[in-house]
């Protein structure tokens, strides 16, 4: 099994002038990059367990679930895919000022090799939005 955690530091805010995005407080449980579950059907069992998380599964197989307010993710990878099982989870956290920084572990107990295109995937998803929000709080200036 494999257990990997990734932070990236946004370092800006993609909403309107005034609107803040989803994210939980620094220090919070909800803020911990850690997956404190032993295994990916552990994790599955527990959110679904939780009356306050929803789910939603997509047309290619993912299954997302998301946490009260939406800023903690957790996409568990569809059986048809490498790294199954597998999940990713991610938290936005407000640093305040605008400053955000995405907090992603994946647990994962397929193929190692799948396990490292998962996470490069996700880290290239981290990137491609950190520099949206970039781009988009460079044209508010």
Not at 63 to 74: I, K
Not at 75 to 96: E, I
Not at 132 to 138: G, N, Q, S
Request: hydrophobic content about 45%; glycine content about 6%; aromatic content about 6%.
């Amino acid at each position: 099994m494999r257990k990997l955690t990734v932070v990236m530091l946004l370092a800006c805010a993609c909403l309107p002038a005034g609107a803040q995005p989803p994210a939980v407080v620094p220090g919070s449980a909800q803020a911990s990059s850690s997956i404190a579950y032993k295994s990916v059907a552990e994790a599955l069992a527990a959110l679904r367990a939780r009356t306050d998380v929803t789910f939603e599964e997509q047309k290619s197989g993912w299954l997302v679930a998301l946490e009260p307010g939406g800023a903690t993710s957790w996409t568990f990878v569809p059986r048809s895919h490498l790294a199954w099982p597998a999940v990713v989870k991610r938290s936005l956290v407000d640093l305040g000022a605008g400053d955000y920084q995405i907090l992603m572990s994946i647990l994962c107990e397929g193929r190692a090799k799948a396990c490292e295109e998962l996470t490069a995937d996700f880290n290239a998803r981290n990137e491609k939005v950190r520099q949206e929000i970039a781009r988009e709080r460079a044209q508010r200036k």
